[in-house]
């Protein structure tokens, strides 16, 4: 069973920044997604950006584009999101997210099915 860990979420100022983790454990092989949504009540989920592990191949959100990096660590079971230039706007909280058994990038892309989630973390960013 695949388990999500998040950290790093918490209050900033538009224009700064945060970091925040997801660690994986419960998979240890190659071949899998993982990635980083958000929710405000009342909205939709949003996928913001997704990493495949095997060609570090990136899906980000146009709204995201040019400010936020996804990356994993050496062992890949760890996924990082760099925020940086935070706006109001991105305000939410934002989930962790995997897939496992995936054999092409384009199994990674935003619009595809997550079956693993983590409980979440917030960023709030004040204007």
């Known amino acids: 069973q695949v388990q999500l860990a998040e950290s790093g979420g918490g209050s900033v100022q538009a224009g700064g920044s945060l970091r925040l983790s997801c660690a994986r454990s419960?998979?240890?092989?190659?071949?899998?997604?993982m990635g980083w949504f958000r929710q405000v009540p009342g909205k939709e989920r949003e996928g913001v950006a997704t990493?495949?592990?095997?060609?570090?191949?990136?899906d980000y959100a146009d709204s995201v584009k040019g400010r936020f990096t996804i990356s994993l660590n050496n062992n890949k079971d760890t996924v990082y999101l760099q925020m940086d230039s935070l706006k109001p706007e991105d305000t939410a909280m934002y989930y962790c997210?995997?897939?496992?058994?995936?054999?092409?990038?384009?199994?990674?892309?935003?619009?595809?099915?997550?079956?693993?989630w983590g409980q979440g973390t917030q960023v709030t960013v004040s204007s």
């Open positions: 997210a995997a897939r496992i058994g995936v054999y092409s990038a384009s199994g990674c892309l935003r619009s595809n099915p997550y079956t693993y």
């Open positions: 990493i495949y592990s095997r060609t570090i191949s990136t």
């Open positions: 419960g998979y240890p092989y190659s071949g899998n997604c």
